[in-house]
Every structure is written in structure tokens, then in C-alpha cells.
């Protein structure tokens, strides 16, 4: 039971450059989150989803777009990358009403350059 | 969801219990005590969960005051590897509610 997987750990992109970043989970839950997170700062929601096929924005949703084709997978995409994108980006996943809250992945680490 | 105030930081020297308090003081009826932390550069980490009544796992204990304004997490015999950034956070259980969070408090455990 891996949890919440990402991929990849780390990535440096030029600016303008696209990617796709990969969330993958095996605990068949049905709530998934993107978060990023800034130095010194806390947490914040960038996309999240409450089941296949749907998306919804969270507070900071401007230069990300997001798919959930599959249960398992969340797929947070950035188009053309700015250097304001430089994060570290964290997906979580929970399922409704679950007692133990969100389980959070290791995080991918992203520099725009 | 109703926002929280932590204190920036704080020390403990280990083995010591550690007490971080946390104010809510406009959580709402349905709206329970979440807390998580975040050890180094990792993902956060679910600690403890409560609405009114005081909550004991293997983590920790979570103390909520009977007006829910406010509550305090306990580790009862802090360690070097409880160093962390320690997230109180109030939400409804039920929902799509989001998982928002503040700065959090820094907890430096010292031998």
C-alpha cells in the first residue's frame, strides 16, 4: 500500500515550458487536493476533485489546469510555465467523511527558470 | 471555514510534554479541530481530530475548551524527531469542504 505517490520528485522547466505533474493513489478514495506551497509560507489549494470526471478551482487556480480521468490519478498541468510557479507542489487525497483526514504525497519540487 | 490563530513559534526541550494552543474562537456548530504537521520539507501529516469532547491516539492528545473557541495539542513526551510546523485547522467533517491552512506554529524539540 503506497499511499499517495507523485511524480516526478524534482523538476526544473524553462520559462514557457510545459509539464504534467502525476498524483497516484491506491487507497480508492474518492476526494483528491493540489496544493502548493510557497517558503514560509503555509499550504495553498490550487485545484482539487471530488470524484472521476469532476474538477473544481481552488484559491490560487490561475496558470494550472487539472484532470481526473481515473480514480486513482490527478493530473495537475501547467501550461506555460512562469517563474512565480516555482513551488513545491503537494497532492492529497481523503475519502468523504474519512476519521483519519487527508493523506498527503511527498511532494514534487518545481523551479522555473 | 473559520480561520485559527497559532503562535509563530515555540521551543521544548525534549522529553518534556509540549502544549501548542490554538484560537478559533468563530468555529462553527458542525466544524471539527484538525490538526497536522509537517516535518522539514515532507507532506503534512495527519495528527488528531475532535469536535467537543478531548481526543486520545498515539500521536498526541487534543484538548478543546467547552465553548470550542480554542483548543490546545499535547505531546505528551516531545522527541528531537517532533521538530515540525504544527497546522490546527477547523473544517466541517462532512463535505467537499477544503482543507485550508494557516502558517502554523514552529515547534523546535532541544535536547
Known amino acids: 500500500n503506497a499511499g499517495v505517490t507523485q511524480t516526478p520528485k524534482f523538476r526544473v522547466l524553462k520559462t514557457g515550458q510545459s509539464m504534467t505533474l502525476l498524483c497516484a493513489q491506491d487507497m480508492n478514495h474518492e476526494y483528491m487536493y493540489w496544493y502548493r506551497q510557497d517558503p514560509g509560507m503555509g499550504l495553498r489549494l490550487i485545484h482539487y476533485?471530488?470524484?472521476?470526471?469532476?474538477?473544481a478551482k481552488g484559491e490560487v487556480p490561475d496558470g494550472y489546469n487539472v484532470s481526473r480521468l481515473k480514480k486513482q490519478n490527478f493530473l495537475l498541468g501547467l501550461e506555460s510555465a512562469a517563474p512565480s510557479q516555482t513551488s513545491v507542489y503537494f497532492c492529497?487525497?481523503?475519502?468523504?467523511?474519512?476519521?483519519?483526514?487527508?493523506?498527503f504525497g511527498s511532494g514534487t519540487r518545481l523551479t522555473v527558470v | 471555514d473559520a480561520k485559527t490563530t497559532q503562535p509563530t513559534s515555540m521551543d521544548c526541550a525534549e522529553g518534556r510534554a509540549a502544549n501548542l494552543p490554538c484560537n478559533h474562537s468563530?468555529?462553527?456548530?458542525?466544524?471539527?479541530v484538525y490538526w497536522y504537521r509537517q516535518i522539514h520539507s515532507q507532506g503534512p501529516q495527519y495528527i488528531i481530530h475532535?469536535?467537543?469532547n478531548n481526543e486520545t491516539n498515539e500521536m498526541a492528545s487534543l484538548i478543546i475548551t467547552e465553548d470550542r473557541k480554542s483548543s490546545t495539542l499535547i505531546l505528551p513526551h516531545a522527541t528531537l524527531r517532533d521538530t515540525a510546523v504544527y497546522y490546527c485547522?477547523?473544517?466541517?467533517?462532512?463535505?467537499?469542504?477544503?482543507?485550508?491552512f494557516g502558517t502554523g506554529t514552529r515547534l523546535q524539540v532541544f535536547p
Open positions: 475532535g469536535l467537543k
Open positions: 485547522i477547523v473544517r466541517a467533517k462532512e463535505g467537499t469542504d477544503k482543507l485550508i
Open positions: 492529497a487525497s481523503r475519502t468523504p467523511g474519512g476519521s483519519y483526514g487527508y493523506t
Open positions: 476533485s471530488v470524484g472521476e470526471g469532476t474538477t
Open positions: 468563530t468555529i462553527s456548530g458542525n466544524e471539527y
